[in-house]
């Protein structure tokens, strides 16, 4: 990308709280991230992190990205400071500060080892759907992974209807993929217990019958 004068813009919004990120050591000049799932954040909580020294100035910005909010001038004049520049209107502080908790835990456990137990997880998810000869919609490599596995199955919305009445709690997306995201709250035993039912619901076909809730908002 660099090669032809591009910047290197990296959509890492699910590895951000899952593993230790270098921004640096990958190269990025722009890296998005957030805090709504693995770090138990609320809906709206992301970020931009902008490379040192990098100058760029956003074709749509918003209030807080001008110099000088407070003149309310009919022609704003971008932020000194690159990274104001991709600010929008008031800071929605309460995302954020749902999140506070979730990144204490997840520092005071260390990132490394919070990405070996996720490690952990999916691989023993992975096994599981094989010995059941689930397809899956999401990467084997562990360099490739990420804290999600995703099943590729039939009526998935019925599936994971059928798991929650079991206090498994997954998503659907399309009616064609059951996504499952095993984080360091969960433990090998639960896998486990999840694939059983799983196992159960696909081989009785029970799970085809039950009645699917309007779906709510997707995150």
Known sequence: VHAH??????????AAASRPIDVAELGCDLYVGGLLKEASGSSGNTFLYVRDGLELTPRLTGWFGDAAPFEFRPEPEPHPDVRRRFLGGTTAVAPM??????????????LDA???HSRALTDRAITH???LDIP???????EERSAMVL????KAERLTAYLKQRAVYTDSRRDEVVRMAPFVW?????????????????STGKYRSVSVEAAGPVT
């Open 151 to 154: 099943l590729e199955v039939p």
């Open 129 to 131: 759907a094989d010995t």
């Open 97 to 110: 500060y749902h999140a506070v908790e979730g990144v204490r835990i997840l520092l005071d456990l260390g």
């Open 5 to 14: 004068d591009g910047l290197f813009l990296l959509d890492g919004y699910h």
């Open 114 to 116: 919070v990405r070996d």
């Open 186 to 202: 969960n433990t090998l035993e639960e896998i486990d217990r999840t694939f059983d039912a799983i196992e159960t619901a696909m």
């Open 136 to 142: 899956l919609r999401s990467p084997r490599r562990l």
